[in-house]
Structure formats: structure tokens, C-alpha cells
């Protein structure tokens, strides 16, 4: 019997984690996107639940390595049936997940009214900003049987990137600025987030003091996780170059 499971450290802590929004970014080769993977399969056996898996555009999906391909190595052995016309896996349970391109910023109505458990980003840094608000709006299991949350990989971003920028800012409590590097002692912890009426962020350690200051918010959990190469033993040993 062959053993499907999250490797110790960063990708196992990912999985675990509760935060409505979860982070996973460093070092390429970090297991990053497999994690990403992993975290449908942790649900796929309730039967309403549903993710789409985005990345920004078509041929990124289904590239050489990229998730669509990569996903056979998984969701094949969970028993899922894949529709290669629509990019759409369904579990025997009945969970459905789907990979989807999101190329142009007015492409993120084509999910206006969706309701989605799980929302992947796959490069979160290559996305725009406008695109991962309007998302999250989307991230809602009306079955009651998953909670929402959301998936993102990145890599290193400069605060100046046009695209991505934001994400580094998103980011900036977990990041060291002297060194633009993530700061280990805050991997994995969850502070809390609401977004006012004029997009702006406000940010605090815990759900009652975003609550008390901005009383009728609904605050979302948003955690960083840190990887590096050596936090994933299987590529290194199946490739050590």
C-alpha cells in the first residue's frame, strides 16, 4: 500500500494550519505546489466540496511539471476521474476540483455568484491584486461541511514589482526588511485582517481587537509559512543536482 502524506515541516504545518488564508512561499523547490495538491486531497472525501486551482495563465497549467500534469501523480491514487477537455477532476466521494487561468484582471468576473470552498493560487505573485480580493469574496462552502480557505504559493517579491508588489506588502510583518527575507520566528504565525470600504488593511493579533475596533466586521485569518529547498527531501533525493 503505498502511503500519500504531507512531508515534516513547512509543508505539514501548512496543511494544519486553521487560518482562512494560508501562504506557503520561499525557495523554489520547496514543495510549495505539491502542497498545494495536497490540501485538495485532505478534503476530498466530503462529498460537496469543491476547489478551483488557479494559476495565471493556460500554458503555466498544463506545462511540463505544472499542476495539471503533476496531478495525476496524486489524485489518480485517491480513485479520481480526470476530464482532460475541462481540466477537472471528481473523486469517488463526489468532490470535484477544477484548473483554471485567470490571464486578464476582468477575467475574475467569470466567477461572479461562485461559491467555492477551496481557492488555490499556484504563483500567488503573479496575480494582481484586484484579482485576489475579488476571490476571496468567492470563498464560501454553502454545504457547511469544509470551512473556507484559501491556498496561495509564492516566491520572493520585490515591493516594487508592478504585478506582484502588493503581496510583498501584504506580507511585510512576516518579512525581514533588512534582508527581504522571511523571518523564521513568524513562520506560521496568524495574525488578523479586514479590509475597510476605501481597501485599506488593518491588521492586529487577534480577532477581538479587529472586532472591538470595527465593530460588525467579519476578520479573516491570514498566515505566512516559509519554505527553502531542503524542507523538501523528496525532490532532493530523487534529484540531488
Known amino acids: 500500500m503505498q502511503e500519500i502524506r504531507a512531508q515534516s515541516g513547512p509543508q505539514e504545518q501548512a496543511l494544519a494550519s486553521g487560518a482562512d488564508v494560508v501562504i506557503f512561499g520561499g525557495a523554489a523547490g520547496g514543495g510549495k505546489s505539491f502542497g498545494l495538491l495536497l490540501a485538495v486531497a485532505q478534503h476530498s472525501d466530503f462529498p460537496r466540496f469543491g476547489a478551483e486551482i488557479f494559476r495565471r495563465t493556460f500554458p503555466e497549467l498544463t506545462m511540463t511539471g505544472g499542476l495539471w500534469p503533476e496531478s495525476f501523480r496524486l489524485f489518480g491514487l485517491l480513485g479520481a476521474e480526470p476530464k482532460q477537455t475541462t481540466l477537472e477532476w471528481t473523486f469517488p466521494s463526489g468532490a470535484r476540483v477544477k484548473f483554471s487561468h485567470m490571464q486578464h484582471a476582468n477575467d475574475r468576473f467569470n466567477w461572479d455568484g461562485a461559491q467555492i470552498p477551496m481557492i488555490g493560487f499556484d504563483q500567488l505573485e503573479s496575480f494582481e491584486e484586484i484579482q485576489f480580493w ?40 512576516w518579512i525581514d526588511p533588512a534582508t527581504g527575507l522571511a523571518i523564521e520566528a513568524r513562520s506560521g504565525a496568524v495574525r488578523w485582517l479586514i479590509r475597510d470600504a476605501h481597501d485599506q488593511l488593518h491588521w492586529a493579533d487577534t480577532r477581538e481587537d479587529l472586532v ?25 533525493e530523487a534529484d540531488p543536482g
Open 134 to 173: 475579488y476571490l476571496l469574496s468567492r470563498n464560501r462552502d454553502p454545504s457547511g461541511q469544509v470551512r473556507p480557505f484559501i491556498f496561495g504559493t509564492c516566491n520572493p517579491v520585490p515591493a516594487d514589482d508592478p504585478v506582484g508588489g502588493w503581496l510583498h506588502a501584504f506580507l511585510q510583518w
Open 212 to 236: 472591538a475596533r470595527f465593530p460588525g466586521s467579519d476578520p479573516k485569518s491570514v498566515t505566512f509559512i516559509r519554505s527553502l529547498l531542503d524542507d523538501n527531501p523528496a525532490l532532493t
